[in-house]
């Protein structure tokens, strides 16, 4: 009976760091998103990401790089390359920031054009706070004007 006291420890410690590690395994597996644990986006941050889209816009036409907002496991996200997160960070941004400031503000946009409704936003695009809402209304020039001028770009 002494001899099966520590085999059975000894199992239990060996089940134990067995869960340990499966469990940080599976935390590192889980998907997060640009919008997970994010503010809401500030006035003066929509003003110097509304500055920088236009040139943004250019440089993924001209690289051929994609930049959208996805659904991934059944959460929005935003879908960008390596190479447009460098682009970014040169840019004196953050890139999960940086697109989440333009997931949010696009699905801000869909909402403000059918009143407000957040059953409007398609479902990969994020939630959006009402201070953001109210936000995307109050600077809807600037971010039409920052789309026009991606437009004249082409």
């Known amino acids: ?3 099966l006291v520590p085999l059975g420890i000894l199992l239990v ?10 469990s940080q395994t599976a935390k590192a597996a889980a998907v997060q998103s640009v919008y997970d644990k994010q ?14 889209l236009p040139q943004f816009r250019q440089w993924t036409r001209a690289e051929k790089e994609e930049a959208h907002p996805i659904l991934r496991k059944g959460k929005a996200d935003f879908l960008y390359s390596d190479k447009a997160a460098q682009w970014v960070r040169e840019k004196g941004w953050d890139a999960r920031r940086f697109f989440c400031v333009m997931g949010r503000m696009a699905a801000a946009l869909v909402m403000a054009e059918e009143g407000g409704n957040s059953m409007a936003r398609p479902k990969d695009m994020p939630e959006v706070s ?10 809807l ?6 789309s026009l001028d991606n437009a004249q770009m082409q």
């Open 141 to 146: 020039g600037s971010i039409l004007k920052a």
């Open 13 to 22: 410690a060996v089940l134990c760091c067995a869960s340990v590690s499966f």
């Open 39 to 52: 503010p809401d986006v500030t006035e003066k941050e929509l003003l110097q990401f509304l500055d920088l």
């Open 130 to 139: 009402k201070a953001e809402l109210e936000l995307a209304r109050k600077h």
């Open 1 to 3: 009976m002494k001899k």
